[in-house]
């Protein structure tokens, strides 16, 4: 069964600090990865994927991503936080052998960056 | 994304009500779904389908109905809305990558439906 925890559901973080919004999976093969942000009153927008190569991916906005298969992490990653990103922010999992195309999606975590 | 779009953006009605949920999108991609968001347990797939014929069942589907009118439209229906049904719903879509690797989705802006 594929599931995705993550662990926080508010990561409070000072303008300027690094960021981390952490994430863990479970799937029965390997894994495709992804976060997705969410601000006020809109849609889901893609962040960042994870499908082979490099552990470390990059993403639009400064943020990053590291893969770690052996703690099965993904977590999401900001040198220096901003105040324009504060949202709520989900990562997800598909089985990389499955044709059906569906993401489990984790439960979100908002992230607030004050001044 | 304003390739996806989804009406109404806020509907309030009550129970017993039938209501349809409209998603449209310009990208092209011939899979479509279908989610709901309720506060602390992220999204949720009611159905989704991967071109005009098919049409399959998500997580969640009790209590709602789908159609697939054009490879660009996918409807969600409430035959019978009761309150457990508000919510945030979604629309998505995506497109297999050519090397046969993840297909991205791309979410609408949502639909908050209330029911009373």
């Known amino acids: 069964a594929q599931s995705v925890a993550q662990p926080e559901d508010q990561v409070n973080v000072a303008e300027g600090n690094p960021l981390t919004v952490k994430c863990t999976y479970s799937?029965?093969?390997?894994?495709?990865l992804f976060w997705y942000v969410q601000y006020p009153n809109r849609g889901l927008q893609f962040l960042l994927k994870?499908?082979?190569?490099?552990?470390l991916v990059k993403g639009s906005y400064g943020f990053e991503a590291e893969f770690n298969k052996s703690q099965t992490s993904f977590h999401l990653k900001k040198p220096s936080a901003l105040v324009s990103d504060s949202a709520l922010y989900f990562c997800?999992?598909?089985?990389?052998?499955?044709?059906?195309?569906?993401?489990?999606f984790g439960r979100g975590t908002q992230l607030t960056v004050w001044p | 994304d304003a390739d996806v779009t989804q009406t109404p953006r806020n509907r309030i009605t009550k129970t017993g009500k039938r209501i349809m949920l409209e998603c449209s999108q310009t990208k092209g991609h011939d899979r479509m779904y279908w989610y709901r968001q309720d506060p602390g347990l992220g999204l949720r797939l009611i159905y989704y389908?991967?071109?005009?014929?098919?049409?399959n069942k998500g997580e969640i589907s009790d209590g709602y109905s789908v159609s697939r009118q054009a490879q660009a439209k996918f409807s969600l229906s409430l035959e019978s809305a009761i309150p457990n049904q508000t919510a945030l719903y979604f629309c998505?879509?995506?497109?297999?990558?050519?090397?046969?690797?993840?297909?991205?989705?791309?979410f609408g802006p949502g639909t908050r439906l209330t029911v009373l």
């Open positions: 997800a999992v598909r089985d990389r052998g499955s044709t059906l195309g569906r993401l489990y």
């Open positions: 998505a879509t995506s497109d297999p990558s050519p090397t046969g690797g993840t297909d991205t989705q791309y």
């Open positions: 799937v029965s093969g390997n894994p495709y």
């Open positions: 994870y499908i082979t190569g490099d552990n």
């Open positions: 389908s991967f071109d005009v014929k098919d049409i």
